[in-house]
């Protein structure tokens, strides 16, 4: 696309009324990159060869003609590599820094030096190549040696013909980001301008971060590093960064435990409301009071539930940050108080831009706070977004993210529980060009200084930790709620995400799949995206299927834009509002496991959304799969994903699985073929399987027997819902033997039981007595209602 088209394309989209302000910004910036823009970079240097060598108390410091390599083992199977000169990055990603002393052990080759601990062993060659070896001896990783071209660094790691390479964050590609071999993917948190779809590339959350999955093993390699970059996945892996030290973390072993450590290193996601797993509605165009309280009249006509009410920028006093339109919200707290009587909450969007005008309180306060983004020269940088003209705080100053986060009291004493951050890659409105701030604009960087280059990746993290200090702040008997579109590695301490604006069409909703997994495996477990699709009007079947998938992702959120029809349920016909509610209910039925699963991922970092090789990693035929799903780890979910398909074809992993919909037992192991009506898609469960639901206040405990002679265990979470209180784990020991089922309940409880009954539902067996503590019961075909108990035995017809 020329620039002209670009020109006329964005003419389109920005109102006339900022088309100057728009053409001033477009080619001011481009005046100041010139003016600021570095040298040419020369040829590439490489470490040269190894001079030196000091053991360390983490292993060993080495220099090089041309470097300095020091490598530092936090555990016996994580690794920080540090490469210089550059400067070494601030640790916006990083939650931990209290690693106990590891044992190392540093010998001397003939060409080298060998590093190792306990579990893992690196091999760094005289010519400053790496060599990462488990303790069976087997090549997990090679690296060659690094090189450095002016101030940026590329790095590059062998890649087997076989090896699948998954992460980098958001990304509208396949699941195995090598399926497209050469394919750059760039390192820049980027606005995709109101809708992308497969191959569009950057989008608004790039995390420099992957897995790479071969015969010999599994290794996630992050690298900390916020400057502007380049990945390119061919034979060679190839990692490039503009400016700044070179350090990565490197960690081997299965799915689970590179996740496990990742999160370690840069922070478990914070507990979540539970509320949150409930339904999301949203629209841009929810223009005014009376419209949103007709919507949530809506679902309960409708016998809909509703969590939530997303409110876009229409909500605000001329798209100025933290306000509320009087005149079309005119009894904003009040209304809020009528949605909490109806257990619905108010989420409202801020967008980071500060409206340049010279009566603006928060404008005034910023500049008299020196807490603005500045070019060179001193000036405060001004760029057009939905206000018009915008200073755009530095969240990389102490003092810009405490002013900041001081904000938020107004809307959260309106009686606003959530926030919605958007536009803050930060986007903003050219009409050609990057849609960001100037290359050479002047960020605090923690008093050390330096450009959006550098800073631009964390900007959206930043906020987000704003956000959420202030909620700690300001509500610190609740648990905060934030929705960012953009971030980097260490968003999961403060932010859910949501994948954009996706373009209305089958490949869109197929996207979402890829899309969704890449984040979590990049250690983004909440995310899901616009049901439908942002602009565009799906067809009844489109967002059927649409929705379908979404009640199994942990947001479950419709959106769209303000130039589409209205998409709520009963919008569509009958036959499809129908099947809604139907999934809708599922959805709420599910609550407690979602919430057990948000626990497990603040206890242990594991997504909730997991690919279908997550603990079959040695099953090569998983490593593509991504048109399918695992929820935890009992439902294996596979959505329909093309227009008029009744029938779609699974590759199940081994072991037995149950048909959710009528409890077939199947084994796994090998391609099939289900039944997808239209109210219905393929949905198994793992034999073994303990799925807590709940009804009101009964809590049903579904039994999906291992299918031959074995034990399974499972867990239920449970707390006020809310708040920093007591809470409680049930514990369950599933065992089938030859007498039958025998379930053991352990409850480890500062929390009282939260339901008044229970109920035991058995699938694909019949029951034909059954004893809880010894006393026997009546069983009602496959059901038991009872009281909690320690022992339950169940005798199988």
């Known amino acids: 696309m020329n620039i002209f088209q670009q020109i006329a394309l964005n003419f389109r989209i920005i109102k006339l009324r900022r088309f100057l302000g728009s053409w001033y910004y477009s080619w001011q910036r481009d005046r100041w990159e010139r003016q600021f823009s570095s040298p040419t970079a020369e040829t590439p240097v490489e470490p040269g060869k190894l001079l030196d060598t000091e053991r360390t108390n983490r292993g060993g410091r080495f220099r090089f003609e041309n470097a300095e390599l020091e490598i530092s083992f936090l555990s016996t199977e994580l690794v920080r590599i540090d490469w210089q000169p550059g400067k070494l990055p601030i640790p916006y990603g990083i939650a931990r820094d209290d690693w106990e002393v590891v044992e190392t052990q540093l010998d001397k080759k003939d060409d080298g030096v060998i590093v190792s601990s306990s579990a893992l062993k690196i091999i760094v060659s005289s010519d400053g190549s790496l060599e990462w070896q488990d303790t069976r001896g087997k090549i997990i990783r090679q690296e060659l040696p690094p090189q450095r071209q002016g101030e940026a660094w590329r790095h590059r790691g062998q890649l087997r013909p076989e090896e699948r390479i998954y992460g980098l964050g958001e990304r509208a590609a396949p699941l195995n980001l090598r399926t497209e071999r050469g394919k750059n993917y760039r390192m820049w948190n980027y606005d995709a301008g109101g809708f992308y779809g497969p191959g569009t590339d950057p989008l608004y959350l790039c995390i420099p971060v992957y897995i790479g999955l071969h015969l010999q093993g599994s290794y996630l390699i992050f690298y900390e590093n916020t400057y502007s970059g380049d990945f390119t996945l061919d034979e060679l892996a190839t990692a490039y960064f503009e400016g700044g030290a070179l350090r990565y973390y490197l960690t081997i072993g299965e799915p689970t435990k590179l996740l496990k450590s990742y999160t370690?290193?840069?922070?478990?996601?914070?507990?979540?409301?539970?509320?949150?797993?409930?339904?999301?509605?949203?629209?841009?165009?929810?223009?005014?009071?009376?419209?949103?309280?007709?919507?949530?009249?809506?679902?309960?006509?409708?016998?809909?539930?509703?969590?939530?009410?997303?409110?876009?920028?229409?909500?605000?006093?001329?798209?100025?940050?933290?306000?509320?339109?009087?005149?079309?919200?005119?009894?904003?707290?009040?209304?809020?108080?009528?949605?909490?009587?109806?257990?619905?909450?108010?989420?409202?969007?801020?967008?980071?831009?500060?409206?340049?005008?010279?009566?603006?309180?928060?404008?005034?306060?910023?500049?008299?706070?020196?807490?603005?983004?500045?070019?060179?020269?001193?000036?405060?940088?001004?760029?057009?977004?939905?206000?018009?003209?915008?200073?755009?705080?530095?969240?990389?100053?102490?003092?810009?993210?405490?002013?900041?986060?001081?904000?938020?009291?107004?809307?959260?004493?309106?009686?606003?529980?959530?926030?919605?951050?958007?536009?803050?890659?930060?986007?903003?409105?050219?009409?050609?060009?990057?849609?960001?701030?100037?290359?050479?604009?002047?960020?605090?960087?923690?008093?050390?200084?330096?450009?959006?280059?550098?800073?631009?990746?964390?900007?959206?993290?930043?906020?987000?930790?704003?956000?959420?200090?202030?909620?700690?702040?300001?509500?610190?008997?609740?648990?905060?709620?934030?929705?960012?579109?953009?971030?980097?590695?260490?968003?999961?301490?403060?932010?859910?995400?949501?994948?954009?604006?996706?373009?209305?069409?089958?490949?869109?909703?197929?996207?979402?799949?890829?899309?969704?997994?890449?984040?979590?495996?990049?250690?983004?477990?909440?995310?899901?995206?616009?049901?439908?699709?942002?602009?565009?009007?799906?067809?009844?079947?489109?967002?059927?299927?649409?929705?379908?998938?979404?009640?199994?992702?942990?947001?479950?959120?419709?959106?769209?834009?303000?130039?589409?029809?209205?998409?709520?349920?009963?919008?569509?016909?009958?036959?499809?509002?129908?099947?809604?509610?139907?999934?809708?209910?599922?959805?709420?039925?599910?609550?407690?496991?979602?919430?057990?699963?948000?626990w497990e991922a603040s206890q242990k970092g594991y997504p909730p959304v997991r690919p279908l090789f997550w603990t079959y990693e040695q099953d090569q035929k998983l490593w593509d799969i991504d048109d399918a799903f695992f929820l935890g780890d009992a439902f294996l979910v596979c959505p329909i994903l093309e227009e008029g398909a009744r029938q779609r074809e699974v590759i199940v992993p081994q072991g037995h699985w149950y048909g959710f919909w009528n409890d077939t037992v199947i084994e796994g192991g090998k391609k099939l073929t289900f039944d997808a009506p239209l109210k219905q898609i393929p949905l198994l469960v793992k034999a073994g399987s303990i799925i807590p639901t709940e009804e009101g206040d009964l809590l049903i405990l579904h039994l999906y027997a291992p299918v031959k002679e074995g034990t399974s265990i499972g867990y239920l979470y449970s707390d006020a819902g809310d708040g920093y209180g007591d809470w409680r784990i049930d514990n369950f020991e599933l065992t089938r033997s030859p007498e039958g089922l025998e379930l053991i309940w352990e409850q480890q409880e500062n929390y009282t039981f939260p339901y008044k009954q229970v109920q035991i539902c058995c699938h694909g067996i019949e029951l034909q007595q059954a004893w809880l503590d010894e006393q026997e019961v009546k069983v009602e075909r496959r059901k038991i209602n009872c009281q909690p108990f320690r022992q339950a035995r169940l005798l199988i017809v």
């Open 264 to 598: 370690q290193l840069t922070g478990h996601p914070p507990l979540p409301p539970r509320w949150v797993f409930g339904y999301h509605q949203s629209r841009w165009g929810y223009e005014t009071e009376e419209e949103v309280r007709k919507t949530v009249e809506g679902f309960k006509i409708y016998d809909l539930p509703l969590s939530a009410i997303h409110l876009d920028i229409d909500c605000k006093d001329n798209f100025r940050s933290f306000t509320i339109d009087p005149d079309r919200f005119p009894k904003i707290r009040d209304f809020n108080r009528e949605l909490a009587a109806k257990e619905v909450r108010l989420i409202a969007i801020v967008n980071p831009g500060v409206k340049a005008e010279r009566n603006g309180k928060l404008y005034r306060e910023g500049i008299a706070q020196e807490v603005f983004c500045t070019l060179p020269n001193g000036k405060v940088v001004y760029a057009p977004v939905w206000p018009g003209m915008c200073a755009f705080p530095d969240f990389t100053n102490p003092l810009a993210r405490h002013w900041w986060s001081r904000q938020y009291d107004y809307l959260l004493d309106l009686g606003i529980t959530g926030f919605w951050h958007d536009m803050n890659e930060p986007g903003v409105f050219p009409l050609w060009g990057d849609a960001t701030l100037p290359r050479p604009t002047r960020h605090f960087l923690e008093g050390r200084g330096g450009d959006h280059v550098e800073a631009h990746n964390v900007y959206g993290l930043l906020q987000a930790r704003s956000g959420y200090e202030a909620l700690r702040e300001y509500q610190p008997q609740r648990r905060p709620f934030i929705v960012s579109r953009s971030g980097w590695a260490g968003l999961q301490r403060y932010a859910w995400t949501w994948t954009g604006d996706v373009e209305t069409s089958w490949q869109g909703l197929r996207q979402t799949i890829p899309t969704v997994l890449g984040m979590s495996l990049s250690g983004i477990p909440y995310t899901g995206p616009d049901i439908g699709g942002f602009k565009g009007n799906p067809s009844p079947e489109l967002y059927l299927r649409w929705f379908q998938m979404a009640t199994f992702l942990p947001f479950c959120r419709t959106h769209s834009a303000n130039n589409v029809k209205p998409r709520t349920p009963w919008s569509y016909e009958q036959q499809t509002l129908n099947i809604v509610r139907e999934f809708l209910q599922l959805r709420y039925k599910l609550i407690p496991y979602l919430y057990t699963l948000a």
